[in-house]
């Protein structure tokens, strides 16, 4: 298959030979589950069960709310203990709404909608719904309701299905052992997938450091001789995996700025999504774990562990015998995009792909020095952006300036970081400008509906005054007219008198 060469990236040592060689292992339920509300792009999950509740596994225990959100299900049998908010897997470490459950050691399935025995003889909307009521998410980090994505085919005009099995970020394996260890059901869910969003093909980006992964996923397809999924080995380079530089790798296209892949008549999904909602259509069962890749020098044990949503991290560490050594670095996700753990309390989430725990040699620190003007980050960025200029605007916090170069169009990827000679904290200086106009938008956004809302107050104000004042008038017109027409009474009896 024809690719098309892409700007800048890099190639970070990638780690990967410390977990993948592990085969999937089940982790043991934790004696408490933590389960937060808000696990996806979009409004968090609204409770529908109730402290002290006793809830099957499988069972809703939050619903999405509006159109961008997702449901939440219980991973096991047990029951509700607490309801309320609990440190966030989030870097500010910051409390959110959160369902704490206790297992009852049963692990009881509740009832399930009936499976889809035949995906491809049901209308797409059908199966979007079963998306949607199953809670699934973009489990490549992305975490954007997988149903949204499904009903794109209702706006854009697509051609043809991307199926993100890049899995670039160093590190990570748990999408590489997936497809080694479950490639019938991964094609299967891409089938699936591409029946459900119309379209006549599936390409799989697969990067060329995973032979097993693609050889079994090529077996597959050949064995079935199925003729609507593609298999493209694409190269080794982060960021491989953002879903535009994937497209245009594959398909040439460009996707503008702040614009959809679909809006170009792609769309892409991550392996691991595919697989859930395989198991959602086939079998009816919601997203309730994922595989997350536990690596990095500082661990005991390293490896790739199916993991019930809702489980605590720590609890993740010491099934892997925890550490050897103090860990540098505790994150969530890879080293490139991955989010400091606050705290091993915080649970693995829909979204969570990995867990590093690395030492001082894997994240070695380096003095910042200032910028020497080589232009490596301009080289590396994947976007065509200058990151030293964007650095310069916003340390002068000349925010507007430095959107004026793309700033929105960062992804945050970190590559030009990466290369910097000087060691310059490039991404924290974009993710602090993106957070600071984020935060100023809200801002603007309060202060407009504040003022939206006097504005209607005041009105309404003056209507009800208007409508009091005419009342007012009203009645006393009634009263001079009823004290006319008595007058006029009065004077018409007394003339019949005198007459
Ligand atoms: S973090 Fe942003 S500016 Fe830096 S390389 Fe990635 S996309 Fe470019
Ligand atoms: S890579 Fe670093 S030193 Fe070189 S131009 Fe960019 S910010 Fe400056």
């Known amino acids: 298959m024809k690719m ?61 709310r509006g159109p961008v959100s997702a449901a939440i299900h219980a991973p096991t049998s047990g029951r509700i203990s607490a309801i309320g908010r609990f440190v966030a897997p989030h870097p500010s470490g910051l409390p959110g709404q959160t369902i704490t459950m206790r ?91 591409r029946h459900a969003l119309g379209v006549e093909r599936a390409i799989i980006a697969i990067e060329g450091n995973k032979p097993e992964a693609l050889a079994a996923l090529k077996a597959v397809c050949s064995a079935n001789q199925f003729k609507d999924v593609l298999i493209a080995r694409v190269p080794t380079r982060y960021p491989m995996g953002s879903e535009k530089h994937l497209v245009q790798t594959l398909t040439g296209k460009e996707t503008p700025a702040r614009a959809l892949t679909a809006d170009i008549g792609v769309v892409v999904h991550n392996v691991a999504t595919c697989y859930a909602i395989r198991e959602a259509v086939r079998f009816g069962r919601p997203l309730i774990s994922r595989i997350v890749t536990v690596s990095g020098g500082a661990m005991k044990r390293t490896g790739n562990f199916e993991v019930p949503i809702g489980t605590p991290i720590s609890h993740l560490i010491d099934h892997c015998d925890g550490f050897n050594k103090e860990p540098d670095r505790l994150l969530l996700g890879g080293p490139m ?105 809200r801002a603007k956004h309060k202060q407009e509906e504040t003022k939206r809302l006097t504005q209607f107050r005041e009105e309404r104000m003056e209507r009800q005054k208007r409508a009091k004042q005419e009342a007012m008038a009203r009645m006393k017109a009634e009263r001079e007219a009823k004290k006319k027409a008595e007058a006029e009474k009065k004077r018409a009896k007394q003339e019949t008198i005198g007459a």
């Open 337 to 441: 995009m991955g989010q400091p753990i606050a705290s091993t309390r915080t649970s693995i989430v829909k979204g969570s792909n990995g867990v590093l725990a690395l030492c001082p040699d894997e994240t070695p620190a380096r003095q910042t020095m200032p910028c020497i003007r080589c232009a490596s980050c301009v080289s590396a960025c994947p976007c065509g952006l200058t990151p030293f200029e964007m650095a310069g605007h916003i340390r002068k916090e000349e925010l507007d300036a430095a959107v004026k170069i793309g700033l929105l169009d960062c992804i945050a990827c970190g590559s030009c970081a990466w290369v910097c000679p000087a060691s310059i904290p490039l991404v924290q200086y974009f993710n602090y400008a993106k957070g600071k106009l984020t935060a100023q938008q």
């Open 4 to 64: 098309f060469r892409i700007k800048g990236g890099i190639h970070p040592d990638e780690r990967k030979d410390l977990a993948a060689g592990k085969a999937i292992e089940t982790v043991p339920l934790p004696s408490l589950l933590r389960i937060p509300l808000q696990q996806h792009i979009g409004a968090p999950a609204v409770t529908v069960v109730e402290k002290g509740d006793e809830v099957k596994k499988g069972q809703v225990l939050a619903s999405a």
């Open 103 to 193: 297992p009852d050691g049963k692990d009881e399935w509740g009832e399930l909608p009936a499976p889809i025995e035949d995906p491809f003889a049901v209308e797409p909307d059908v199966i979007a719904e079963r998306v949607a009521a199953s809670g699934i998410v973009g489990m490549g980090g992305a975490t954007f309701p997988s149903a949204v994505k499904l009903g794109l085919r209702n706006r854009n005009k697509l051609e043809t299905l991307v199926i993100n099995a890049a899995e670039c970020e160093p590190y990570l394996t748990c999408d590489d052992r997936m497809m080694r260890e479950r490639s019938e059901a991964v094609i299967d869910g891409i089938r699936i997938l």
